[in-house]
């Protein structure tokens, strides 16, 4: 957590300094606003696949926001340890960017965002031996990821392209994909064909993601939402998730309810051991969730 701390507040201070106006007169006249909410789940879930092995999750947020559209987020979430293999249970999203544009009609957004999972790796055969039928080049992978980030919207809907930059999508290289195929595939054959392709990273893998949102009643909104996930280099583990959720401010809280979805084409791919069993984290779900913002 100290690590965690440490790196939450550089990103805030930074992201102060930067903002900091040049003039002692300036400084009167509040220029930038800091949002703060909490956040409780009954399951987290990231893109329709559920991060906390379908167990209560809480979330932090903090957004800071300065008038010349200069923008910060630091976020702190609590994810499954048997999903994210020896790490601190804790994932953490830090990004920073700028928007521009009429927030009525057209408006963009271009960013760099960051989500880490403290001390969370994996170790898996990168290669297969075919003559000796034996698993090889065994090495260690970390769920981390880094993003260049687009995004647009109109009147109710909004739009986001992330691509990402780092060696890996949350662990999707070889390791990840064709070891996880051969962990839970009955037949071992997609596997040993994953394998062939050589050692492949997933760096330039695509998200996409629209929502439209409108008002349905005073204090209540509708949401539908669809995503796409296309992984550089493992067509396997590209799907679509889809969301319809409903919230509704009342007391000081926002109450939200969200039919999750998520459609694959390798289920192999979404399996966890939970102990002696294996779960699945793609099956669809009433996500509930209760925000409190400050």
């Not at 296309?230 to 969301?243: L, Q």
């Amino acid at each position: 957590m100290r690590h965690i701390s440490t790196a939450v507040l550089a990103a805030m201070a930074s992201f102060a300094l930067f903002s900091l106006p040049s003039h002692a007169a300036e400084r009167e006249v509040a220029s930038y606003a800091l949002d703060t909410d909490v956040t409780v789940f009954n399951d987290l879930r990231t893109r329709g696949l559920s991060d906390s092995l379908m167990r209560p999750a809480v979330k932090l947020g903090l957004q800071l926001a300065h008038e010349s559209g200069l923008v910060a987020i630091v976020e702190v979430v609590n994810v499954s340890k048997k999903q994210f293999l020896n790490g601190r249970g804790i994932d953490v999203t830090l990004g920073g960017g700028y928007r521009f544009g009429d927030p009525e009609a057209w408006h963009f957004g271009v960013g760099l965002a960051a989500e880490l999972f403290p001390g969370a790796k994996f170790e898996a055969p990168h290669g297969f031996d075919m003559t000796e039928f034996t698993p090889t080049d065994v090495r260690s992978t970390s769920y981390s990821s880094r993003f260049a980030l687009f995004e647009f919207g109109y009147g109710n809907i909004e739009g986001r392209l992330l691509d990402v930059i780092s060696k890996t999508y949350r662990g999707a290289d070889t390791g990840g994909v064709c070891g996880s195929l051969l962990q839970f595939s009955a037949d071992p054959t997609p596997a040993f064909e994953c394998y062939a392709r050589g050692d492949r990273n997933s760096r330039g893998s695509l998200l996409f993601d629209l929502t439209y949102k409108t008002d349905i009643a005073p204090a209540t909104t509708l949401t539908l939402h669809a995503g796409r996930q296309r992984v550089a280099n493992f067509s396997e583990a590209n799907f679509n998730d889809y969301r319809i959720g409903l919230t509704r401010k009342q007391w000081g809280f926002e109450w939200n309810a969200d039919w999750v979805m998520t459609r694959n084409k390798v289920r192999e791919l979404y399996l966890t051991l939970d102990g002696s069993k294996v779960r699945a984290i793609d099956k669809d779900k009433l996500m509930l969730s209760v925000t409190r913002r400050f």
